[in-house]
């Protein structure tokens, strides 16, 4: 975090320390050779040091912000995807197997567990603030407790025959 490496040295929380860390940082930005690239990440832009930010040091930024509804509803369909979810309708004739082709019933069994398309739809939209990795996680999270209860479920059944 860019924050932490050059902090403002116009702070009244910046130490004596800090402030010549980023000075001897920023002499050494200056004397970086031709075709080398620094990247920096923060999320307080703010509180980098102005002169970090100026031509010639880090003089371009690419702002990334936070997925919007739709780009969260896109980035777990995704992930649900990769991992073996079936995202379906809530309608109950959606898997009735009269009308079904059998490559159809195929892909269907291919997949590992389903889920309610509005349930994905509801996570998306109550997901403010989150970013992939955090819709990873969940989707990691979500995965590992159906692998509990299926194999609680599995242990449950040999207990009875």
């Known amino acids: 975090n860019m924050e932490l490496l050059l ?22 930005m200056d004397e970086l050779a031709a075709g080398v690239v620094v990247v920096g990440v923060t999320s307080h832009v703010n509180d980098v040091d102005a002169a970090a930010r100026r031509a010639g040091r880090m003089e ?3 702002e990334i912000s936070v997925p ?12 649900f995807q ?4 079936r995202i379906v309708p809530t ?11 059998e490559s159809d019933l195929e892909s269907i069994e291919s997949y590992a567990a ?21 819709l990873l996680t969940l989707v990691k ?10 194999s609680t479920d599995n242990d ?6």
């Not at 309608?91 to 082709?101: D, G, K, L, V, Y």
């Not at 999270?141 to 299926?150: A, C, D, G, L």
């Not at 449950?156 to 025959?161: F, I, L, P």
Request: charged fraction near 15%; hydrophobic fraction near 40%.
């Open 60 to 62: 371009r930024e690419v």
């Open 68 to 79: 919007t509804p739709a780009d969260r509803l896109s980035i777990l369909t995704h992930l």
């Open 156 to 161: 449950d059944m040999a207990a009875v025959t």
């Open 7 to 28: 902090p403002s040295r116009s702070a009244s929380t910046t130490t004596f320390l800090q402030k010549r860390i980023t000075s001897c940082w920023l002499s050494l």
């Open 91 to 101: 309608e109950p004739s959606t898997f009735t197997t009269a009308n079904t082709a």
């Open 114 to 134: 389903e889920i309610a398309e509005p349930l994905v739809q509801q996570t998306a939209a109550a997901a403010h603030g989150t970013v992939g990795a955090d």
């Open 141 to 150: 999270e979500i995965f590992y407790q159906n692998v509990i209860t299926s």
């Open 82 to 85: 990769q991992a073996g979810t």
